[in-house]
């Protein structure tokens, strides 16, 4: 068995590793995962015409002292030997464990080992040289083979780089590929070589030769400063401005990806606001139909311990202050708060623009003229902030109607994509390299200040990366310069031991947040403690609430984690985890998880499971009004690779759907779509089919 810990093979029935003392029982040596190595090849050049005169135990002492030396340097640079090929031999840096440093350390060795060599042969009186090949990327790694004969190894496309350089360098040369080069071009002197053509990788065309190292350089975070965006926070304030100067309504969106710090820098344009204006944030959990709720918690104190009878007088009181002369709009507000009995309202009447919305926008407008703050007549400018797009259509469409309000009124939205045309749009740009030193500064310490420049532009100046990275030194040692972001990463995942690593990774794949169920279901037995580990890790952060019921949530750190975390599973593993997610979710999620139940029953291998809860998962939607999400999940499940009769069931449902939403083209084409399937499905299946057919032609019919 191999220790994950050191790397050591142990014989089989082995309870400690021999090497460390690790007990191997907790060890994940066997399994596979996919890491980030820098291998380094060394082989000696010449070296058969060079010892060609020489008789064969002193060939043997020679090739054992300079395999010997060059296993020592190895170790020296924290390096494992994964084999010895004849005269040369593989080492790996990043595998079984990790330094940030990995391909430097790697490209180090090979320049020491070559030095090494030379000196070995002018001892004995020969011109020895060699050669070695440094490439970067992402391997297998883990125990191969069958039985007994099992070794610790890597295997990938970057191994063979590897060797194809060393082969293609010149003696006393170390060639290095372009992930090594990249990730430690800050440290050392390279010199391109020119126009290189190598045996099964066309698209190298060039590598860089070792010239000699360049002078060695010496969790919340809710306390950390806010530094940059000052142009972002100027579009805000001269938006704000002129809803107030205007007493008319004005919408402005903040677009980023996801890490760009959208909702820190909210919170920091209403911190320079002060307590002038009153906020109000659209939050809806997914228990709930519409985000009012929300809003009454902030406006009306409300709570969910609280009885309807105690609430509804005290709503009302503060409605009658608020909208005067209006009991209808009370009516409707109540009802909106399940604090009255609901209404029953007539078709023409559902067609039209939705009452509750309009009473919700006029509350909006009375808030600013007469709600806390605005006595003697003064008028209190409103934020109402909107994090990503509402759930359901009531939603949106009173945010679209709060939009409108003739009143100061600003709707601040955050979303990933871009907004409607009317309205502002705040781009978040990446943060210049100096605005990410001074974050990563905060969190690493001035100490390191220095040695993360060169780590900068790698994080691409998103804040949330910015911060993990600083995190990540944090704990790195002084001596340790991290030479790539990605080892950084992956030897921060390392301070975890193998086996809760792997649980990490594999809950990593059920996406950004991940629920102690499914965690103990991932960990099984094997992995005692693994909430308790992880939290302690700081690596999964756990949330106030849930959105799944009786289920305790947990959030990953941050999304640069849960990503380093995902590179690490093996593709070939990755069918079975999603089939265990997906089941898990069927049996304890609510039905608004069904799209994600699906997708994870569709990337594990079963299209029929993932038909019936995309089918789920777009019905939902279509009750909702929600038709381009409606039409995303049809297309997806038409997608999957079902038979005849469920493709054709599919269509007749995406017809069916198109026609209730009010989409006659998007009906007609469904419609043709299902009769193609209809042709190749079973006779008994053609018939029964056939009949749901013909009732959707004739409610086409009736369109035209």
């Given at each position: 068995m191999?220790?994950?810990?050191c790397g ?10 021999g090497?460390?003392g690790v007990?191997?029982d ?22 058969s ?12 002492d ?16 924290d ?7 004849g ?7 990043g ?12 490209v ?7 030095r ?23 391997v297998i ?8 004969v ?17 082969e ?27 126009p290189?053509s190598?045996h099964?990788f066309?698209?190298i ?7 000699m190292?360049?002078q060695q ?16 926070l100027?579009?805000l ?5 002129e ?21 820190r ?5 209403l911190?320079?606001?002060?307590g ?25 104190a409300l ?19 608020l ?15 399940d604090?009255?009995?609901?209404s029953?309202?007539t078709?023409?009447?559902?067609r039209?623009?939705d ?6 926008r ?7 003229r ?21 759930n359901d259509?009531?939603?949106?469409e ?5 939009a ?6 600003l709707?601040l ?15 978040l740009?990446a943060l ?5 030193l001074?974050?990563?500064?905060e ?12 780590l900068v ?8 990366f ?22 950084l990463?992956?030897?921060?995942l ?14 990593a ?6 629920w ?11 992995v005692p403690g693994?909430v ?52 898990w ?6 039905l ?20 019936a809860?995309?089918?789920t998962?777009?019905d939902?939607a ?7 999400r409606?039409?995303e999940?049809?297309?997806?499940l038409?997608r999957?690779p ?9 269509a007749l449902?995406?017809?069916q ?11 007609r084409s ?7 399937y209809?042709a ?9 089919l ?8 004739h409610d ?5």
């Amino acid at each position: 068995m191999i220790c994950s810990a050191c790397g050591t093979a142990n014989p089989t029935g082995m309870r400690y590793c021999g090497m460390c003392g690790v007990p191997l029982d907790r060890q994940a040596g066997a399994a596979r995962e996919r890491r980030r190595v820098s291998m380094l090849f060394v082989d000696l050049s010449g070296f058969s015409g060079l010892t060609r005169d020489l008789d064969p135990e002193d060939l043997r002492d020679l090739a054992d002292e300079v395999l010997t030396v060059v296993t020592g340097v190895v170790e020296t640079y924290d390096g494992y030997v994964d084999a010895l090929k004849g005269d040369g031999l593989l080492a790996l840096f990043g595998a079984p464990h990790s330094h940030p440093d990995d391909a430097l350390r790697a490209v180090l060795a090979g320049a020491a080992s070559l030095r090494a060599i030379e000196d070995i042969g002018k001892s004995r009186g020969l011109p020895l040289k060699a050669r070695a090949g440094v490439n970067t990327g992402i391997v297998i790694a883990g125990a191969i083979g069958s039985g007994r004969v099992r070794s610790y190894t890597v295997m990938g496309s970057a191994v063979n780089l590897a060797a194809r350089l060393e082969e293609a360098a010149a003696p006393g040369d170390v060639w290095v590929g372009p992930e090594t080069h990249q990730a430690t071009r800050h440290r050392i002197h390279y010199q391109p070589t020119g126009p290189i053509s190598l045996h099964g990788f066309p698209d190298i065309t060039s590598a860089h030769r070792l010239v000699m190292p360049k002078q060695q350089q010496t969790d919340p975070y809710a306390h950390v400063p806010f530094i940059g965006r000052t142009n972002e926070l100027a579009v805000l304030r001269s938006v704000y401005d002129e809803a107030v100067g205007s007493g008319s309504a004005r919408e402005a969106w903040l677009v980023g990806e996801a890490g760009r710090g959208k909702t820190r820098l909210v919170r920091e344009f209403l911190k320079r606001l002060g307590g002038r204006p009153l906020v109000l944030w659209l939050e809806q959990s997914v228990t709930e139909e519409a985000a009012f709720a929300g809003l009454g918690r902030q406006l009306f104190a409300l709570h969910l311990a609280e009885e309807p009878r105690s609430a509804a007088p005290r709503v009302q009181r503060l409605l009658h202050g608020l909208l005067p002369g209006e009991p209808r709009w009370h009516q409707l507000i109540l009802e909106s708060l399940d604090l009255a009995q609901r209404s029953t309202w007539t078709r023409i009447e559902r067609r039209s623009i939705d009452r509750t919305n309009v009473a919700w926008r006029d509350l909006l407008v009375a808030l600013t003229r007469r709600g806390p703050g605005t006595e003697h007549g003064q008028v209190r400018p409103l934020v109402l902030i909107v994090e990503n797009e509402p759930n359901d259509p009531a939603s949106r469409e009173f945010v679209a109607l709060a939009a409108t309000a003739e009143a100061p009124l600003l709707v601040l939205r955050t979303s990933r994509r871009h907004g409607v045309d009317h309205a502002k749009v705040v781009h978040l740009p990446a943060l210049t390299p100096e605005e990410s030193l001074r974050l990563l500064g905060e969190v690493a310490g001035p100490a390191l200040r220095v040695a993360a420049a060169g780590l900068v532009e790698q994080v691409g100046g998103v804040p949330a990366f910015v911060l993990e990275l600083g995190r990540a030194l944090s704990v790195a040692s002084l001596d340790s310069f991290p030479g790539s972001l990605a080892s950084l990463l992956q030897a921060r995942l390392d301070m975890i031991d193998a086996p809760h690593r792997r649980l990490l990774a594999h809950a990593a794949l059920a996406g950004e947040v991940v629920w102690e169920g499914l965690l103990r279901e991932l960990a099984g037995p094997a992995v005692p403690g693994d909430v308790e580990v992880l939290l302690r890790e700081k690596v999964l952060v756990a949330q106030t609430s849930s959105s799944i019921p009786d289920e305790l949530e947990y959030r990953f750190q941050s999304e640069f984690l849960r990503n380093g975390l995902l590179r690490m599973i093996p593709f070939s593993e990755r069918p079975v985890l999603h089939l265990r997610i997906a089941t898990w979710l069927e049996r304890n999620a609510p039905l608004s998880f069904s799209a994600m139940t699906a997708e994870h029953f569709a990337l594990g291998g079963a299209p029929d499971a993932a038909y019936a809860h995309y089918l789920t998962a777009a019905d939902l939607a279509t009750a909702q009004d929600d038709s381009a999400r409606a039409f995303e999940l049809f297309e997806r499940l038409l997608r999957l690779p079902i038979p005849p009769e469920l493709q054709a069931e599919g269509a007749l449902a995406l017809t069916q759907a198109a026609l209730s939403l009010g989409a006659g083209e998007r009906a007609r084409s469904a419609f043709e779509l299902a009769e193609g399937y209809l042709a190749g499905c079973a006779p008994d299946a053609r018939r029964e089919l056939g009949r749901v057919l013909e009732q959707l032609g004739h409610d086409l019919a009736l369109l035209t």
